[in-house]
């Protein structure tokens, strides 16, 4: 292992510690290595050299369709021969992290007289007609254009870039600025993974310590439900330069250090502050490309999890982050180190770190979307275009002040329906509301109707007669119980089915879908459920209040009522609306247990507090461009939000209560006198967290 000795380091500040491994460095990362070898994570030397035998073939596909357009331009055989044209690697692949079965991200680069439109034309109908090319799917229209293909077993993602030279030399290097000259803003972002890639390799200390620790990395995101980019979690170069700038920080650091070390200095991280790999490169030849900058760019200061890249034009990779998806990963950092500590004591093992998350049983209430297609191929098509939206999804439930957290699965699963050849795949979004002093209805029609709208209104959709006659959409909400009626057993256990306390009415259909009116039929006030105090007050979800009902139920009409009907742009567009009414907690008899919170190593406490201090004041000083979060905005909301519930509240005062309502005053009263109460425990809990 080379060691950090040099006073130059990598990164935009220096480094926090420069010890070398100890030998228990050494044994636990020997342990990692073994661990990970279970998972799968490393390729074969088989498989290894098969895909640099399938990259040689997909080369020479290239330099003859490259040889067959020039000579179709007007060039002579020779000056054909001698343009060039080449692939190049990124991502998991060009980092060397790739496992079995990864696909492998490419980028043809050709001169200048090929044309975008010639790759989507002739080199698509040239892979059409290849030997052992099976799965070509075109994707012009994508932010990044793509050309999807399996070749000899083996997939692959294609981009293109034409570089403004009319010979590409053998040999070429991608991060040389000049070559972004004069290209058009496609040419550009097909351009970035390579060139991001090489800038992250050259800008860690130690390239095989860094492997072995992204390999760990990359298996925990993956296991604990936070690796889709598209949904709002990190992707594979996010995770990567996450790992990349720990190894900055730690440069002589064992992997096994590195893991440790990525979960303490990122659960402490000063979010929304940038994490960045190197300063800012300065636009010296003046092209004028847009890069990420909050002062410049008002959208850039309400990106929650900004992670820079390091080649220019740099980008934040987690632009589509969401308030409850960088939740849920803090609480995953949070978990991670915890382990990790007791990893390096001895008290566990590594495969506690990678135990995957019982997603199905943290909520008590989920929102199914179920994307349909009359053939599995089309369903490869509708169900990216969904997949692409449900961000949107998660953005607006975030805003309803009842919702905590809206929890995304990245894990999309197969429905089998019996007598149907239609092809089906869900998504799952579990849902933690807030609970309040009093009962509280909640009703998402809004929510999921402007989600439906972006799917119907989504160019693909409109361009694509498939997909508007042969493909449906259905939103539904599902309480946990009935969870495995959409699941295997094997995903999900089926529960004993309970009786609703409550029944719901139908009332008021609307002529775009159905809105559910709730009415509670109280014959008693309800005594209220207590709840177990739990060590962290943010973990405390619907699944985990003792007794503090829930309740939930889908529109009960027939079936040609409850489908939501789009005129022929989609088959049918089903949602079931659903009121929510939670309940009230009494905390009087719960106590919290102070010492439980504080960590009995008095020693490590003050050495990790130094540590903190260094990674708050790192996290500062990272970043070389000012990040405004976004506090002013969401109390402008709320004090909107208050005003209007004040304004409600007063209006309401004026009117004479029936009996219901004077029933659920006298919950709200009883319930307020001890709403002062779950305030203090809570900042208790905070305050010793």
Request: charged content about 20%.
């Amino acid at each position: 292992m080379a060691n950090y000795l040099g006073s130059g380091f990598a990164g935009v500040t220096g480094p926090i510690s420069t010890a070398v491994p100890k030998p228990q460095d050494i044994k636990l990362t020997n342990l990692l290595e073994a661990c990970l070898q279970k998972y799968g994570v490393f390729d074969t030397p088989e498989g290894q050299k098969h895909r640099l035998l399938v990259l040689g073939k997909l080369n020479e596909l290239v330099k003859k369709w490259i040889i067959d357009i020039s000579k179709e331009k007007g060039k002579s055989e020779a000056e054909a021969k001698e343009v060039g044209g080449t692939i190049f690697t990124f991502g998991s692949y060009r980092l060397g992290v790739h496992g079995k079965g990864a696909d492998i991200d490419t980028l043809l680069v050709a001169p200048r007289h090929i044309e975008r439109t010639d790759f989507f034309s002739s080199f698509k109908e040239l892979l059409f007609e290849a030997k052992n090319v099976t799965n070509v799917r075109a994707v012009p229209d994508a932010f990044v254009p793509v050309i999807k293909l399996e070749f000899d077993g083996v997939e692959m993602d294609l981009l293109f870039a034409r570089l403004a030279l009319p010979v590409i030399p053998d040999g070429l290097g991608l991060l040389d600025m000049s070559l972004l000259k004069n290209l058009d803003a496609k040419c550009v972002r097909s351009l970035n993974g390579c060139r991001v890639t090489d800038s992250i390799l050259k800008l860690v200390p130690n390239q095989e310590t860094f492997r072995l620790a992204l390999r760990a990395i990359k298996l925990w995101a993956k296991r604990r439900g936070i690796y889709s980019n598209a949904l709002g979690y990190l992707g594979g170069v996010s995770w990567a330069m996450l790992v990349a700038r720990t190894c900055q920080l730690y440069p002589n650091a064992a992997s096994s250090t590195i893991v440790l070390k990525f979960f303490f200095v990122f659960e402490k991280w000063n979010w929304p502050q940038p994490v960045l790999l190197r300063k800012a490169e300065e636009d010296v030849l003046g092209l004028n490309l847009q890069v990420w900058n909050p002062q410049v760019n008002p959208g850039d200061a309400h990106h929650l999890m900004p992670i820079i890249t390091p080649a220019y034009p740099q980008q934040n990779s987690t632009f589509n982050v969401t308030k409850s998806t960088r939740d849920v990963m803090l609480n995953e950092f949070r978990r991670g180190l915890d382990i990790c500590r007791d990893i390096d004591v001895g008290k566990l093992s590594w495969d506690i770190l990678f135990e995957p998350i019982k997603f199905f049983s943290l909520y008590k209430h989920y929102i199914v979307i179920c994307a349909t297609a009359i053939d599995s191929d089309l369903l490869l098509k509708w169900s990216g275009l969904v997949e692409s939206k449900i961000r949107i999804l998660i953005g607006k439930l975030e805003d309803n002040e009842n919702i905590k957290i809206a929890h995304v699965n990245p894990t999309s699963y197969p429905r089998i329906v019996p007598d149907s050849t239609d092809s089906h795949l869900m998504w799952f979004i579990g849902l933690e509301f807030c609970v309040g002093p009093g009962g509280v209805n909640i009703t998402l029609t809004y929510e999921i109707q402007m989600f439906i709208n972006s799917v119907v209104k989504s160019p693909a959709l409109q361009s694509s007669p498939d997909l508007r006659n042969g493909t449906q959409l259905d939103v539904k909400h599902a309480r946990r119980r009935d969870l495995s009626d959409y699941l295997s057993p094997d995903i999900v256990p089926p529960l004993p089915k309970k009786k609703k306390q409550f029944p719901i009415d139908i009332e008021t259909p609307s002529p775009i879908l159905k809105r559910v009116h709730k009415i509670e039929r109280v014959e008693e006030p309800r005594v209220s459920k207590r709840i177990k105090i739990m060590d962290d007050p943010d973990s405390l979800t619907d699944s985990s209040i003792g007794g503090g009902e829930a309740t939930a139920k889908t529109t009960n009409v027939d079936e040609d009522e409850s489908s939501l009907m789009s005129t022929g742009k989609i088959g049918s567009l089903n949602f079931d609306s659903a009121d929510v009414s939670i309940t009230d907690i009494d905390p009087m008899e719960n106590s919290i247990n102070d010492s439980s919170l504080m960590m009995s190593d008095s020693s490590m406490m003050e050495h990790q507090n130094e540590e903190s201090r260094n990674i708050s004041s790192l996290s500062t000083s990272d970043s070389t461009l000012t990040t405004t979060t976004t506090n002013n905005v969401s109390t402008s909301s709320s004090s909107a939000n208050a005003s209007s519930s004040s304004s409600a509240q007063h209006n309401h005062s004026n009117t004479p209560l029936g009996p219901l309502q004077a029933i659920q005053q006298q919950q709200q009263q009883s319930s307020a006198q001890t709403a002062h109460i779950k305030k203090n425990i809570v900042l208790k809990l905070s305050t010793h967290k």
